[in-house]
């Protein structure tokens, strides 16, 4: 039996996660998938009731008696200092050592980019580091508050981290028969740091004499993913880089509204999550595109090792496309309900038609 856990969170999280929901339930049923979803309640209205983020106890029931786990999103306006997003997934990533954020980002439909001239063949993978760099909540303030204050916060790279996140990006690499491996730093500025990775990005690069390496700073990689993203097939960077630039790929390749991303630790669990967030401004509405937060499943299935099940779900995506039943994002007037109840049925279909 395979179990996950699914968090719906906040905003959007709900409407969209309900969507993935009954996806994963037809892939279920269709692929004779023995699956449990169980619904937990965790997020801004919990927090708000009793004041919990993620106890210990629910902590390690998560990570110990679920295969992985589906978030929505996390982050209300009536929690301005984000604390519980803070405690439940970066809590998560960490407990749990999740240290690949795999973000693809893949241009399905050239029309969804805002490109003037997009190149199909645009399909890139980030491998963001995700324990580590300014994300390790290093640092302090002093005289807070006062015209005197300080704030620091520190960048912690260590070379077992960097070393394990830039071999997952070349294994993936080599077992997907892509081509080249980019590292994306601020080696010119941030000299300690940008030390480390270089050199470990020439060390375990050179294991993999297949694979071009090529290391590029984030301002120019920025810039350069917006005027010829088809030259990135696996990128890898830090932790706070990996962050921008997938939002920033995701939407050159269709929006925050079609990009999944797994929390990975290759060897034992996962949490799976949309790069988007609970987008306070349409939550509520029902018209937040639900195709993230499916394509969540599809990562989730294929992880969990039930590939036709996940080819399945990436079908029914692409089908809602070419028959335009798509969210307001892309131009529709589906509804977040219309648009994940269409794909749940084409997979319905497929399975007895
Ligand atoms: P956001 O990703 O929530 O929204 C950015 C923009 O994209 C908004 O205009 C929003 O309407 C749009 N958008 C996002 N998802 C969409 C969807 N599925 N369909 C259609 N449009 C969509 O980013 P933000 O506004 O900076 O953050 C809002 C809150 O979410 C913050 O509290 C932030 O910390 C949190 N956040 C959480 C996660 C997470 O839980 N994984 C990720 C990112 C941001
Ligand atoms: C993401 C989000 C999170 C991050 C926030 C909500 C903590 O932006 O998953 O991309 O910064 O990692
Ligand atoms: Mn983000």
Redesign the pocket.
């Known amino acids: 039996m395979v179990r996950i856990a699914l968090i719906p ?1 906040d ?2 999280g709900p409407e ?1 996660v309900r969507a993935a929901k009954d996806v994963m339930r037809v892939a279920a049923e269709k692929h004779g998938l023995d699956l449990t979803l169980d619904d937990w309640d965790l997020g801004a209205d919990r927090y708000l009731r009793d004041g919990t983020t993620l106890s210990p106890e629910d902590r390690d029931r998560l990570v110990g008696d679920y295969d992985a786990a589906l ?1 929505g ?4 306006p009536r929690v301005p200092d ?1 604390v519980h ?1 803070r405690d439940i ?1 970066l809590g998560l990533r960490l407990f749990a050592d999740l240290y690949v954020n795999y973000r693809p980002c893949k241009l399905l439909v050239p029309a969804l980019s805002p490109l003037r001239n997009p190149d199909p063949a645009t399909d890139i993978v980030f491998f963001r580091e995700n324990t580590e760099g300014l994300y390790a909540g290093m640092g302090g303030s002093f005289k807070t508050g006062t015209a005197d204050e300080i704030a620091i916060e520190e960048s912690l790279n260590t070379y077992k981290g960097v070393e394990r996140i830039v071999r997952a990006a070349f294994e993936h690499a080599l077992a997907t028969g892509r081509t080249s491996v980019t590292l994306v730093d601020k080696a010119n500025v941030l000299a300690y740091e940008g030390g480390l990775w270089r050199r470990v990005f020439a060390e375990v690069g050179s294991e993999f004499p297949g694979i071009d390496r090529n290391a590029m700073y984030v301002d120019a990689m920025a810039m350069d993913l917006v005027r010829r993203p088809q030259r990135y097939e696996v990128v890898v960077t830090s932790n706070l880089f990996g962050d921008i630039l997938s939002d920033l790929a995701a939407q050159i390749t269709g929006g ?2 079609l990009a999944p991303s797994g929390n990975i630790n290759p060897q034992s669990w996962a949490l799976f ?2 790069v ?7 939550a509520g509405k029902g018209i ?2 639900p195709v ?1 937060a499916v394509a969540c499943v599809s990562l989730a299935l294929g992880h969990l090792g039930m590939e036709e099940a996940a080819a399945d779900v990436d079908d029914c995506i692409r089908a809602s496309f070419e028959e335009g039943v798509t ?1 307001p ?1 892309l131009g529709g007037t589906a509804t977040t309900r219309e648009a994940g109840r269409w794909m749940a049925a084409r997979l319905l279909d497929a399975a007895t038609g």
């Open positions: 969170g905003g959007i969209v978030l999103a996390l982050g209300d984000n997003a997934l925050l509204g999550e949309p988007h967030g609970s987008a306070p401004d349409i937040a595109n993230a969210t994002d």
